[in-house]
């Protein structure tokens, strides 16, 4: 047997890249809350400079109590290796400044979370990056708007905040066709939902300030890598597979193959632009990571929960769960988020925007907030905060219409939660 | 269930179909001292070179076998033209050579009477492989020593790599 196939995933969400500290016994990861780390010598400091050997110099790019997140993560994936980063956002920024040269394009699912779509339609194209915009709903979409500059997919598992889930296998396949890979943001299903390796994706994002971190005390991002990638097939990414001349004529590809996108967004984009992860902040969802499965486990059934109740009340006009069989979603998130589809979703409320305003400001239980994937519930009205700055049209295109109202389904009693929806729909009316 | 999707990784680590015990890979690596490293470069920023380094950091004699920079020297080793010029009894041969150079090197590693054959990263040669074991070599393929030593002795998870290591036991320091 060799290694950690032979353990299961909640062992692995509690022990993997944490074993007792080698110096003191330490049990629980401690925090390393240091900047930098003394060298043995000029020789060793050089050596770990050419990434020669491993080891620690400077908590920009490697910390031990990151580490230990990022090898955890990489497990509970079935990935090779990860690279944590100060945000969701930040690990996007780190898989496409990897990846892509001035010029590129990507083609990325128009069912993302808000501030995906604008980094990449507003943002990324400042840096000479192109991002493509496709209806998923259809796998074919996605070969039909590549083009040669496409460098990349990208795509949710479980999209925010609609509830859409994407046919991941077959869009791994289009991207593969390509010779380029899947990125799959999985953020909403979590691992223990759903693990888009399995299916053919490349490389994994999170924020792991949600379900992973998962008690909304910790800001943080992870960027996972399948290892399963043939990175110098299509000859599509020579700054991975030719000398890099931002590492002196390195080539990561050749010297640390199945990890060699890790170790070239470690050591050059999470290097030049330095959205590490804070240590503290890694130990926080380290520890959240521990209770994954359970909590994952509640969340399902709250929200499933609190779905149903929605889809029977009159003051509402539609609920979008790709666990209610009404969902177009319901069969891609059987066969992809068999455990459930998470704790997230939408509804709309009778009444239009004064009705969704209403209802978030009557709410006494659910949190009034712009975050998902806590252990609170919580419940935000888009068109008059996320998505504010949109016209009519966008904000009904980003599937945040003016009735719509999106919950993040916590781990309180069930009853209460729908209690108190009741009590708020009943002031909308 | 999860975990039946089509490709399922049946292996955390290097993704092949290549399983090596890790009981197996800890005792070479625990227990060799001296490495013949066939195609060592002198450029400090090529895979063999990051290796060699490595391996001598951790206690090992690496000697580097390289027919153009026979007689030089890499890292304080003199380089030697091939396997049957170096002086000493050799307990690894590390190749990086591609996998086809890989058959004959392989044969002259079992006329010297190493202990093990490793091919580095990218090489296989399965035909070689079978006849390093019937005249008793271990063989590994498609694997970096630096990485596998990184692996089972602490180091890789540093790198945020997936080492496949769970253990409720304090890491013991090898060499």
């Known amino acids: 047997m060799s290694g950690q196939d032979a353990f299961g995933f909640e062992t692995r969400a509690i022990h993997a890249g944490a074993r007792p500290d080698p110096v003191t016994g330490s049990r629980t990861v401690p925090i390393h809350q240091t900047t930098a780390y003394v060298f043995e010598d000029a020789d060793q400091a050089a050596s770990l400079f050419n990434l020669s050997t491993f080891g620690f110099i400077y908590s920009r790019l490697t910390n031990p109590t990151v580490s230990a997140l990022e090898e955890r993560v990489a497990s509970l994936e079935g990935g090779r290796a990860a690279v944590a980063a100060a945000s969701g956002h930040a690990a996007q920024f780190l898989a496409f400044f990897t990846l892509l040269e001035p010029g590129d394009e990507f083609l990325a699912s128009r069912n993302l979370y808000g501030g995906s779509i604008t980094q990449f339609t507003q943002s990324f194209p400042r840096l000479g990056w192109r991002g493509i915009l496709v209806d998923p709903s259809r796998p074919e979409n996605f070969r039909d708007a590549l083009t040669p500059k496409c460098k990349a997919i990208f795509v949710e598992s479980l999209a925010n905040p609609g509830g859409v889930v994407v046919d991941l296998e077959a869009v791994a396949a289009i991207a593969h066709e390509a010779g380029i890979p899947l990125i799959v943001d999985n953020t909403l299903a979590s691992p223990w939902l759903c693990r888009p390796f399995e299916w053919g994706a490349d490389l994994v994002v999170h924020s792991t300030t949600k379900f992973l971190g998962g008690h909304g005390n910790s800001m943080g991002g992870v960027l996972v890598e399948s290892g399963r990638f043939d990175w110098s097939k299509s000859g599509k990414f020579p700054s991975l597979t030719r000398p890099e001349p931002a590492y002196h004529g390195l080539n990561f590809y050749e010297t640390f193959g199945d990890f060699g996108f890790t170790m070239k967004a470690r050591a050059v984009a999470l290097r030049d632009f330095g959205p590490s992860m804070a240590p503290m902040n890694a130990f926080l969802t380290i520890t959240g990571i521990e209770t994954l499965p359970l909590r994952m486990e509640r969340h399902v059934a709250n929200a499933l929960e609190v779905a149903r109740f929605l889809e029977a009340h009159p003051r509402v006009a539609w609920v979008s769960h790709a666990g209610l069989p009404s969902s177009p979603s319901h069969a891609l998130g059987k066969k992809y988020l068999p455990r459930g589809c998470g704790g997230v979703f939408t509804f709309g409320v009778k009444g239009g925007h004064a009705a969704g305003v209403k209802l978030v400001e009557a709410c006494q239980l659910f949190s009034h907030l712009a975050n998902v994937g806590d252990t609170r519930s919580l419940i935000l009205h888009p068109a008059s905060t996320t998505h504010r700055q949109l016209d009519d049209a966008q904000r009904l295109a980003a599937g945040a219409g003016p009735d719509v109202v999106r919950l993040s389904v916590g781990l309180e009693s069930a009853a209460d939660l729908i209690r108190d929806l009741d009590r708020a729909l009943a002031a909308t009316a | ?175």
Not at chain 2, 12 to 38: F, H, N, P
Not at chain 2, 49 to 71: D, E, S, T, W
Not at chain 2, 82 to 88: E, Q
Not at chain 2, 137 to 146: G, S
Request: with cysteine; proline share 5%.
């Open chain 2, 1 to 175: 269930m999860l975990g039946e999707g089509p490709l399922f990784p049946r292996r955390w680590t290097v993704q092949d179909d290549l399983d090596y015990a890790d009981g197996d890979l800890r005792r070479i690596l625990g227990s060799a001292k001296v490495v013949a490293m066939v195609g060592a470069s002198p450029k400090w920023n090529r895979p063999s070179h990051f290796v060699m380094k490595y391996l001598q950091a951790k206690g090992f004699r690496v000697i580097p076998v390289n027919p153009q920079n026979a007689g030089e020297t890499i890292l304080g080793e003199t380089v030697h033209a091939s396997l049957a010029d170096v002086p000493v009894p050799v307990d690894v041969v590390d190749v990086f050579r591609n996998s086809e150079a890989a058959g004959p090197i392989t044969d002259e590693a079992i006329a010297v009477k190493a202990k093990v054959v490793w091919l580095q990263l990218t090489v296989r040669n399965d035909a070689a492989a079978a006849r390093a074991a019937a005249a008793g070599l271990q063989v590994v393929m498609n694997r970096c020593m630096k990485i596998e030593y990184g692996r089972l002795f602490g180091e890789l998870g540093w790198a945020g790599v997936n080492t496949g290591i769970i253990s409720s036991k304090r890491l013991k320091v090898n060499r």
